[in-house]
């Protein structure tokens, strides 16, 4: 290796700083003090990783003693960097690629979807009007005014005193508390706890608002606090003499903590999703006991159902998403931060592949929960205009330039062709201003006025900060963050470290969190807090630089006090800030910020001008505006100002009154069937053997005979005739405010069903290969349970993918009564009938209150002619004949006005659901695509419908006990098969069932089914394979259903 020496000079002239360059010729990135710096260029621009590895590489391979030895390390560093920078610049493509695919599948929807919408109108030109109510859910008319003063805000106030709005928040991860919180214990106990807890008490304590819950997780581990375990927590109010003008025994705003997941165990969010399901089960039957319990108290015996219900983070908007479905309100969302952000952010550094990020934060079930909300969400709420423009534009399910178009044609009143599009509404997060006394005084003096008054001892926390200084009365710059690289610490503590002037006039303190021993911190957060410590020892800052170890969260106040008594600054040098809440926070107290220029502080600077802005990247910049507003004292005294004059705008009463004028100018939502249901629980058989089949129809109000004479079984067309004959008088009658039923009988002497008595309800939802396979599964369940069907002490549910004619047709055929069975879920969850035994000539009830639960965003014409048109592209290239060239036709004959059905001839030919689901988002098209049959058939549904949420309807309408249900299903099966493998009630999975369906439909899953399956959940079993009835009796003696 001799010769190589080369290798050294080549490395440390890349890994140390060299001589400078002039200020022209160099990119602001690259200098530091004026100075280009190899390292710095290498790392941001090559490399893209942490330099200190490399460097450490470097060090080690110049201790070497032997000079072949060292040659050898040397030489193998370049070839390392060499591949690293290869590995770089293939991500940079990659990324390209990704960037450039999205833009043109953006534009392409774009162009479709506008030209669809044109078909048959010219622009300006008014079609099919559609009232005023908009496309975002809300309504032209009610819009409410922006509060500018006192008087305004007195006169709003007035007007909603007459209200009792009852709301529901959801933030699941983290620990959750009204006091003390523990923010900072852990990446999931953060700013976002604090934000839902203030948010939920600012709300209670509004004009109109009667009560406001927080449903979060409820944790009862060992190894955190107990009151993480209380089922309830109130929150008391900030300021007791707030502007609620009535207190009921159940108003003002409370921490429901919902038991779901490992009950004895505190996990992180990621592990989260497959127990969402259960949470949704517990959090449906918290709303429904509560809203019962607040009618009778100030609804006048109604229900008061919540106005909104705000999902809060991914997993709690996935939840929102599925509980406003189930309940048929409106949604609200908060992203706080969002998957595909942070996916990006990962791919660019390179050190994980997809796969590994995924196995890792579970990333895709994030992003799909995102796309999820937004499907469902009436409203999404930001921080800041940077969040819409940058973040949630990487989205399917949202475009901006879309957004605009579907705006403009709502303002003249144009119909949309079935496009929605979620309204994005950009309120600041709030803050509590009312205890907060900025101070007057400075490290020389008193407050001014104070003169008279016994000075007050000095807070705890100020005694431990300042012994870390020298000189504790020079100005204080104030940073408050955890040890994260994405905070940026380093940078600043660089910046101050080697701007000689600024270590003169300033101390600078750091509160990162709350630690005991280094080692049991976090890798990452250790990492960062040994180089900041690395740090001060480099530059020699004892004295000059604070780092305590411990703060209480009522302390933070008292730390802002005293940085704004020295005359300090506070600085958040994030490389990315979404929003910066403590920006708002320093400048209640006085403080003037100096911020990263990278999103939501430049808001917030807009708002209060009372700082600098600084490219978090340039650590000379950050130094410069530091010095400049510690040495300027004018210009201090004129951010304290400005920022003072301003901080009412973001306070929380502020935040409140815009986020209820957006709730009241939102489509008002509740369960249908209320319209005209009195009571439901008025009448109730003795009879266990009651069930819905028993019910006579008193509030579905439509009543038909599916086979008709009994010589056209088999005729669909009649069938399908008499369907929709029925529907329609049904639909007449009920827009002239009659209350006919089809069958002539008397409103008054039918009953409801009381299928809360059964002991169980047996709910097959098995996705065979064959309607065959299906209905002898069917058969064994019977035979395994043929005692207690006897005796009526369990009921049935059909959950499928075929349409009630076929199903109808083959119990016949098998010599099935269809009375065997309580109700039948049918169209994937797109139409539910019940069986009746009191009419041969009418064995089946429609609910079409069903139908006006699940509408909500039904695309209905418009959508159809999209699904039409992409059929009608999917062709197969190498068929012999153009008659059979096209690989999915529409099923006209299985098609209703809920379910749009497509025959997929050759499966293997068609694009996975991700990609069709994913092209109705881009169209602005909210609907729920299933392919079933094993890849034959694909439904398409109403974006709230599905077999899973028929269930959750099931038990809203009729009280039908979750957690004695029974799922049957096998070991596979359709796309929505995984909405059954969570939740309340019990599962029994029948091994080697739909096994083969599942390369075929999962295989192209956007996230893997193992990441929702609740593998360790003791309600659920599996059979052997090839099971007999008498396994399926084993199976359900260990669920405790029956004795085996």
């Not at 022209?24 to 990135?29: T, V």
């Not at 500018?148 to 959801?170: C, F, H, P, R, T």
């Not at 660019?348 to 592949?353: D, I, K, V, Y």
């Not at 007057?440 to 100020?462: F, K, L, R, V």
Request: glycine fraction near 8%; charged fraction near 25%.
């Amino acid at each position: 290796m001799a010769g190589n020496d080369w290798i050294n000079s080549y490395l440390e002239a890349i890994l140390d700083v060299g001589p400078g360059l002039d200020d022209a010729k160099s990119s602001l990135l690259l200098r530091e003090r004026g100075r280009f710096s190899p390292t710095r260029y290498f790392v941001d621009n090559v490399i893209g990783f942490d330099e200190t590895d490399l460097h450490r590489s470097w060090v080690k391979a110049q201790a070497t003693r032997s000079p072949q030895e060292r040659n050898t390390r040397l030489e193998n560093m370049c070839w390392r960097i060499w591949n690293l920078a290869r590995q770089k610049k293939q991500l940079e493509n990659e990324e390209a690629h990704r960037v450039a695919k999205r833009r043109i599948e953006r534009e392409k929807g774009r162009r479709e979807a506008v030209a669809d919408m044109s078909e048959d109108l010219s622009e300006g030109e008014k079609g099919d009007t559609i009232s005023d109510v908009s496309v975002h859910g809300e309504s032209n008319r009610g819009r409410l005014p922006r509060m500018s003063s006192i008087d305004a805000m007195e006169a709003w106030a007035n007007q909603q005193k007459g209200k009792k709005l009852y709301l529901v928040l959801i933030s699941l991860h983290g620990l959750i508390r009204g006091e003390n919180m523990e923010l900072g214990r852990d990446s999931d106990t953060g700013g976002q706890v604090k934000y839902v807890v203030e948010l939920a008490r600012a709300l209670a304590s509004m004009p109109g608002v009667y009560r406001v819950d927080l449903l979060t997780r409820q944790v009862a581990s060992p190894e955190v606090d107990w009151s993480y375990g209380e089922p309830t927590e109130m929150l008391s109010p900030h300021n007791s003499d707030g502007m609620t003008d009535e207190i009921g025994e159940s108003s003002g705003a409370y921490i429901i903590r919902i038991p779901f997941g490992p009950k004895d165990k505190y996990i992180p969010k990621e592990l989260l999703w497959p127990h969402i399901p259960e949470f949704v089960d517990g959090a449906l039957c918290h709303i429904m006991q509560m809203s019962k319990v607040l009618g009778e108290q100030v609804g006048g015996g109604h229900p008061v159902w919540p106005v909104a219900i705000h999902g809060h983070y991914a997993d709690a908007g996935d939840s929102a998403a599925r509980l406003s479905g189930a309940l048929n309100v409106p949604m609200l969302f908060t992203g706080h931060s969002l998957g595909r952000d942070k996916l990006e952010q990962l791919l660019r550094q390179g050190r994980l592949t997809k796969d590994e990020i995924n196995t890792t934060y579970k990333i895709m079930r994030r992003i799909e929960a995102e796309e999820s909300s937004l499907d469902a969400s009436e409203v999404v709420i930001t921080s800041t205009r940077q969040e819409i423009d940058e973040q949630w534009r990487l989205y399917d399910g949202f475009d901006p330039v879309l957004e605009k178009k579907l705006r403009a044609r709502i303002r003249r009143n144009v119909s949309c062709y079935g496009r929605f599009m979620p309204r994005m509404v950009v309120i600041p997060p709030g803050m509590e201003f009312n205890h907060i006394v900025p101070h007057d005084g400075d490290m020389d003096g008193e407050t001014e006025g104070a003169e008279d008054h016994q000075a007050s001892p000095d807070p705890p926390i100020w005694t431990e900060i300042m012994r870390f200084f020298t000189n504790p009365r020079k100005p204080m710059i104030l940073a408050l963050a955890r040890p994260d690289p994405k905070k940026n610490l380093t940078t600043l503590v660089k910046a101050f470290g080697e701007c000689r002037p600024l270590r003169e006039l300033a101390n600078l303190t750091l509160i990162m969190g709350n630690r005991d021993n280094i080692d049991e911190m976090s890798s990452t957060s250790a990492s960062m807090l040994l180089s900041i410590i690395k740090m001060i020892d480099k530059y020699d800052l004892y004295g000059q630089v604070a780092y305590p170890k411990h703060h209480k969260q009522h302390e933070v106040a008292d730390i802002y006090r005293l940085a704004a008594k020295t005359k300090g600054v506070f600085i958040n040098p994030a490389f990315i800030e979404p929003f910066g809440l403590t920006l708002i926070e320093a400048a209640a107290h006085g403080l003037p910020m100096v911020a990263t220029k990278n999103g939501g502080p430049v808001d917030i600077h807009r708002v209060l001008d009372n700082g600098l802005l600084v490219d978090p990247h340039d650590q000379q910049s950050i130094a410069d505006a530091l010095l400049k507003l510690v040495a300027d004292k004018q210009l201090w005294a004129k951010c304290r100002s400005n920022g003072l004059r301003n901080i009412h705008l973001f306070s929380w009463t502020e935040h409140c009154k815009t986020y209820l004028s957006r709730i009241a100018s939102s489509k008002p939502r509740y369960p249908g069937w209320l319209k005209n249901d009195d009571d439901d629980e008025n009448s109730e058989s003795d009879s266990p053997s009651d069930s819905l089949r028993d019910m006579q129809d008193i509030s579905l109000n439509l009543k038909f005979s599916m086979d008709g004479d009994r010589g056209n079984v088999d005729n669909p067309e009649d069938r399908n005739s008499k369907l929709e004959n029925a529907v329609s008088s049904y639909s007449k009658g009920v827009g002239k405010g009659t209350q006919r039923s089809v069958s002539g009988e008397k409103h008054e002497q039918l009953k409801f069903p009381a299928l809360r008595r059964r002991t169980h309800i047996f709910v097959i939802a098995i996705d065979a290969d064959d309607i065959g396979g299906l209905f002898e599964n069917v058969r064994k369940i019977l035979e395994a349970v043929d005692k207690e069907r006897s005796e009526g002490s369990i009921g049935f549910i059909l959950a499928t993918s075929l349409q009630m004619a076929e199903i109808h047709s083959f119990l016949v055929s098998k010599g099935v009564n269809p009375s065997d069975f309580d109700a039948f879920i049918c169209n994937s969850g797109a139409d539910l009938y019940y069986s009746s035994s009191h009419s041969e000539d009418n064995p089946f009830v429609f609910d079409l209150y069903y139908h006006s639960h699940i509408e909500y965003r039904w695309g209905g014409e418009g959508l159809r002619k999209t699904l039409v048109k992409w059929a009608s592209s999917i062709i197969d290239k190498k068929a012999a004949n153009k008659n059979e060239e096209h690989v999915v036709t529409e099923d006209e004959e299985i098609t209703t006005n809920y379910c749009y059905a497509f025959n997929i001839h050759k499966p293997g030919l068609v694009p996975p659901v991700k990609e069709l689901r994913k092209l109705m988002r881009i169209h602005a098209l909210r609907c729920h695509v299933i392919y079933c049959q094993n890849g034959r058939k694909i439904n398409v549904i109403p974006v709230s419908a599905s077999r899973s949420q028929a269930l959750r309807y099931l038990y809203l309408r009729w009280g039908m006990d979750l957690s004695k249900v029974v799922v049957f299903v096998g070991e596979s099966g359709d796309t929505d098969y995984e909405g059954f493998l969570g939740g309340i009630h019990m599962s029994v999975i029948l091994k080697g069932v739909g096994s083969s369906t599942s390369n075929q439909l999962h295989a192209n899953r956007i996230y893997p089914l193992s990441d929702v399956t609740p593998t360790d959940s003791p309600n659920i079993v599996q059979t052997p394979e090839e099971c007999s009835s008498a396994d399926i009796r084993a199976s359900l003696g260990k669920l405790g259903v029956v004795k085996a």
